[in-house]
């Protein structure tokens, strides 16, 4: 059964980059024909795309964010990565890793999700 | 970007009943739609893809319909568990955005 766990630093500075990984356990990211998203959540609002990667590493981001992140894959160790440079505390959110569809039409049609990890930007 | 529309953003039911959630897209999304449930604490569940087709495991109490610019989600009976939130989620236009949520409270 696959399986998602996002990891990373709990609390990040203003202005500073914030950086998570999620680790694939399950399956496999390089042999498999997926694609992978970051999805996040303020404390009590809505949910948020973040981006999304391919196995094969294009990417696709939201444009409300897009200067600002990079999602990367490293197949080797079965994970991809999320970075947000110069966040602020409106960024303060439940950040959560997915794996979309196998189309490019479904890059963001998340089936399975990690537990998510909770991220604080404060001083 | 996108906005979709969902309605209403809460309601209360009882064990039993038939609950509806409409969720309106601003432009047509033929029937790039998917439903999610998140309870409290949790990462969100997919339900729904391609606006009907129900999820592996998923209770068939549970079903969605629509295309273009409207779709809905049904509980046919509301069980004590379907007490959560529920998102829809459109990936036809980019970027993907999602619902505002609505959540379903006991009566």
């Known amino acids: 059964q696959l399986q998602l766990q996002e990891s990373g630093p709990g609390l990040v500075k203003p202005s500073e980059p914030l950086s998570l990984t999620c680790t694939v356990s399950?399956?496999?990211?390089?042999?498999?024909?997926?694609?992978w998203g970051w999805i996040r959540q303020p404390p009590g609002k809505g949910l948020e795309w973040i981006g999304s990667?391919?196995?094969?590493?294009?990417?696709f981001y939201n444009p409300s964010l897009k200067s600002r992140v990079t999602i990367s894959v490293d197949s080797s160790k079965n994970e991809f990565s999320l970075k947000v440079t110069s966040v602020t505390a409106a960024e303060t959110a439940m950040y959560y890793c997915?794996?979309?569809?196998?189309?490019?039409?479904?890059?963001?049609?998340?089936?399975?999700w990690g537990q998510g990890i909770l991220v604080t930007v404060s001083s | 970007d996108m906005q979709l529309t969902q309605s209403p953003s809460s309601l209360s039911a009882s064990v039993g009943d038939r609950v509806t959630i409409t969720c309106r897209a601003s432009?047509?999304?033929?029937?790039?739609l998917g439903w999610y449930q998140q309870k409290p604490g949790k990462a969100p569940k997919r339900l729904i893809f391609?606006?009907?087709r129900l999820d592996s495991g998923v209770p068939s109490r549970f079903s969605g319909s629509g295309s273009g610019t409207e779709f809905t989600l049904t509980i046919s009976s509301l069980q004590p568990e379907d007490f959560a939130t529920y998102y829809c989620?459109?990936?036809?236009?980019?970027?993907?955005?999602f619902g505002q949520g609505t959540k379903v409270e006991i009566k």
């Open positions: 997915a794996r979309g569809g196998i189309l490019t039409g479904d890059y963001a049609l998340f089936d399975d």
């Open positions: 399950g399956g496999s990211i390089g042999s498999s024909s997926f694609y």
């Open positions: 990667i391919y196995y094969s590493g294009s990417t």
């Open positions: 432009q047509g999304i033929r029937n790039d």
């Open positions: 391609a606006a009907s």
């Open positions: 989620l459109q990936h036809n236009s980019y970027p993907p955005t």
